[in-house]
């Protein structure tokens, strides 16, 4: 069974270099897209039967907000 650090590194990371693409996507790093997602609860941490209830409060893709629960008014 993968522990969480591992998953989330499987689907940023290791997604990216599966498609060639490491180099601008994956990681948060200078010069990376920065297409992230701000959950409402900390998923390192909180409790495994709680992890289907995440949900993004805050994303950006391509440096633009497209979701936004948290009133900074860009949705």
Same mark, same amino acid.
């Given at each position: 069974?993968? =522990?969480r650090h591992e998953a989330?590194? &499987?689907y940023t990371n290791n997604a990216a270099w599966i498609a060639? =693409?490491?180099n601008e996507r994956g990681s &948060?790093?200078?010069g990376k897209l920065a297409d992230i997602a701000v959950l409402d609860r900390?998923?390192?941490t909180m409790p495994a039967s709680?992890?289907?209830?995440l949900r993004s409060v805050l994303t950006l893709l391509g440096?633009?907000?497209v979701h936004d629960e948290l009133g900074s008014g860009q949705d």
């Open positions: 069974m993968l =522990d989330l590194r &499987l060639f =693409d490491e &948060l790093s200078a900390p998923y390192l709680d992890i289907h209830r440096g633009r907000v």
